[in-house]
């Protein structure tokens, strides 16, 4: 199993960058995808998630309308465009993959991707 993020980098404030997390090893269509990021020193949070039926989305309050998570199922992909980004934003990201199945929750995580915000 591997989940693989990448497209962190420094970008000033305002600026946009796209991040992307690929998935092997496991039916990527059958998991909801999530991204989270974690800033120095703070918990790790949930920043924006997408089922893997339906492909509904959430986002955290703090990124709603900046923010767009989407899916590729045939591509085994999930992306992340960060658009008007903010020196808060600055974090660690990190893509996980879950699963419910028969009581059995299915948990996979990224090493993750840094995002630096900052002029």
């Known amino acids: 199993v591997q989940v693989v993020e990448s497209g962190g980098g420094l970008v000033q404030p305002g600026g946009s960058l796209r991040l992307s997390c690929a998935v092997s090893?496991?039916?990527?269509?059958?998991?909801?995808m999530t991204w989270y990021r974690q800033a120095p020193g703070k918990e790790r949070e949930l920043v924006a998630g997408?089922?893997?039926?339906?492909?509904?989305?959430n986002y955290a309050d703090s990124v709603k309308g900046r923010f767009t998570i989407s899916r590729d199922n045939a591509r085994n992909t999930v992306s992340l465009q960060m658009n008007s980004l903010k020196p808060e934003d600055t974090a660690v990201y990190y893509c996980?993959?879950?699963?419910?199945?028969?009581?059995?929750?299915?948990?996979?995580w990224g090493q993750g991707t840094r995002v630096t915000v900052s002029s």
């Open positions: 090893g496991f039916t990527f269509s059958n998991y909801h």
């Open positions: 997408i089922t893997s039926v339906g492909g509904a989305t």
């Open positions: 996980n993959a879950q699963l419910w199945r028969y009581g059995v929750r299915y948990d996979y």
